[in-house]
């Protein structure tokens, strides 16, 4: 069973364009939902997180709209550049035995026409 | 502050045989994490270590296994590898895991399993 389902796989944008990439979740325990951002070779690193009680955090050209009611949370890269290009995961995190356990959305690879 | 190391970067091992990875995390950080990041799967937990006990464990067969050292540094084992073993291994380490978001990431070992 996929906790969190996240859309879509692969996306690509022209520069400047907006990229929006979508997940779902279905367990209510959940309550940190972070976006991170992989590069090849690389490890995920966070880009952007948001708790369950505020609808929208921006942090430069990246937005995370929240919709609780609705179980589901979108990350926004406005004006896209070439340099984003990488695989974007989303989570969903709750806290277990003290540690907060992220589950992962499968990834969208974002791919950014210069 | 030098970021979570992990060792080795690449392995080939066959199908049977047991494999040893290991990660050091970021200086004064207490706890381990590891991730298995397939294509099929994405991004799986595996088992979380903090001051040198398991805290939590993900949904995987008793062939997987850790260990956390005193000085936080962390080992997982794969005992009977098996050809779906083959997988981007990720270790992520935190100052406080009971804080949300404050998990950062190795580049990861990756293995393949012939």
């Known amino acids: 069973q996929q906790q969190v389902k996240q859309s879509p796989q692969s996306l690509i944008v022209q520069k400047g364009g907006i990229s929006i990439i979508n997940c779902a979740y279905e367990?209510?325990?959940?309550?940190?939902f972070p976006w991170y951002q992989q590069f090849p070779g690389k490890g995920p690193a966070l880009l952007i997180a948001?708790?369950?009680?505020?609808s929208e955090k921006k942090e430069g050209r990246f937005t995370i709209s929240f919709n609780k009611s609705a179980k589901q949370f979108s990350l926004h890269i406005m004006d896209s550049q070439p340099g984003d290009s990488a695989t974007y995961f989303c989570?969903?995190?709750?806290?277990?035995?003290?540690?907060?356990?992220?589950?992962f959305g499968r990834g969208t690879s974002l791919i950014v026409h210069p | 502050k030098a970021g979570v190391t992990q060792t080795p970067r690449y392995l080939i091992k066959t199908r049977g045989q047991q494999v040893t990875l290991s990660c050091s995390p970021i200086?004064?950080?207490?706890?381990v994490s590891w991730y298995q990041q397939t294509p099929g799967q994405g991004l799986q937990f595996l088992f979380e270590?903090?001051?040198?006990?398991?805290?939590n464990k993900g949904n995987f067969p008793g062939r997987f296994s850790g260990r956390q050292f005193s000085n936080s540094r962390s080992e997982m084992n794969v005992s009977t590898l098996e050809l779906g073993d083959s997988a981007l291994y990720l270790c992520?380490?935190?100052?406080?895991?009971?804080?949300?978001?404050?998990?950062?990431f190795g580049p990861g070992t990756r293995l393949t399993v012939t």
């Open positions: 948001i708790r369950p009680d505020v």
């Open positions: 270590y903090f001051s040198e006990t398991q805290r």
């Open positions: 200086s004064g950080h207490r706890s």
């Open positions: 989570a969903a995190s709750q806290r277990i035995g003290g540690s907060y356990i992220p589950t």
């Open positions: 367990n209510t325990a959940f309550d940190y």
């Open positions: 992520a380490s935190s100052s406080d895991p009971g804080t949300a978001g404050e998990q950062y």
